[in-house]
């Protein structure tokens, strides 16, 4: 089994899977991307959890209210509204979902040269 293979499981193989993560990845998706999302969190302060996610080692944690601060109630509301969740419950998968994926794309301790959203195009749309 491969990255890919093992993130696609985690995602459902699909971006309406039913598990968290195949949430968090439709979420990502009506934010943009994960790519957009990245940058946001990003230019929110979360250089040092992002980075400890890529890296090899223990993930940072982030907390839903910081990840709903940064993101904005305006962003979180249009993913709440599309997929009919709380923006609590958005924030929330997005906090306690979002550093294990990164972790699992990035086994080898380096961000992916074209971005995240890449990865999660091949694995979800099956071009291996």
Same mark, same amino acid.
């Not at 994926?101 to 699992?104: L, R, T, W």
């Given at each position: 089994m491969n990255i890919l293979d093992m993130i696609g499981g985690a995602l459902g193989g699909n971006a309406g899977g039913t598990s968290t993560y195949g949430q968090l990845f439709e979420i990502v998706q009506n934010m943009g991307g994960l790519d957009a999302v990245m940058d946001q969190l990003r230019a929110g302060g979360l250089n040092d959890q992002i980075g400890s996610w890529i890296a090899q080692g223990a993930n940072q944690a982030i907390t839903p209210e910081r990840v709903r601060a940064i993101l904005g109630d305006g962003m979180i509301g249009r993913a709440a /509204? /599309? +997929?009919g969740l709380s923006p609590e419950r958005i924030s929330e998968i997005i906090a306690q979902q979002l550093p294990a994926?990164? #972790? +699992?794309m990035?086994? #080898?301790g380096n961000s992916p040269g074209g971005g995240f959203g890449g990865i999660? $195009?091949?694995v979800l749309g $099956? $071009?291996?």
């Open positions: /509204q /599309q +997929m994926v990164i #972790d +699992m990035t086994p #080898d999660l $195009g091949q $099956g $071009g291996r």
